[in-house]
Structure formats: C-alpha cells, structure tokens
C-alpha cells in the first residue's frame, strides 16, 4: 500500500522523490485533495491530488497508524508520512 500511494502520488502530483519522503502527514488534506509539499531551496508550494492518488494516500494513511512513529516524532505534526517497518523515513 505504501509503495502504490507512493507512485500513485510521484506520477499523478508530478513530484520528486526527495520531496515525497519528506511529506509530513499534516501537510496532506484528502477532503480537499492538495498536499503541502517543500521542494527544492525550501520553496513551499500546494500541489492538486488526482482521485487515484488520494484514494491510494487514504488508505496508506489508515495502515500506516499501525506502524511505529520514528523516535521523538510522536504526536507530532512533523510525523513522515512514508515510513518504511522501523519507523524511518
């Protein structure tokens, strides 16, 4: 499920890889289908979802709150959004 909300998101968001590790989960608004995303020299922008694209991400989201929260992120909201099975980005 990762790994498709992953390309999923890449393809149909046109974003870098660099920039989709570092999402956090309170940058992403489902409802509204945008994603905050920090790109390249810290630039800031809000990026449109496609349909696959949040469906793949809503339900990443719901098997991602049962992995474990790197070190010292949790009940943060700079929590990573992909994560691999230790918790790391």
């Known amino acids: 499920m990762r790994d498709r909300a992953l390309v999923e ?5 046109g974003l870098r890889v660099s920039e989709a590790v570092g999402l956090v989960k309170a940058g ?9 995303v920090v790109g390249k ?3 800031e922008r809000l990026v ?5 694209a949040a469906e793949a ?6 098997s991602r709150a049962e992995l474990p929260d790197p070190a010292g992120s ?15 980005r």
Not at 9 to 13: M, Q
Not at 48 to 52: A, D, F, K, Q
Not at 80 to 88: D, M, Q, S, T
């Open 9 to 13: 998101l890449l393809y149909g968001a």
């Open 28 to 36: 992403v608004d489902l409802e509204g289908r945008i994603v905050r």
């Open 41 to 43: 020299g810290g630039k």
């Open 48 to 52: 449109p979802l496609g349909r696959p």
């Open 57 to 62: 991400l809503r339900r990443w989201r719901e």
């Open 74 to 88: 949790a009940g943060s909201e700079n929590e990573a959004l992909f994560v691999n099975l230790r918790g790391g």
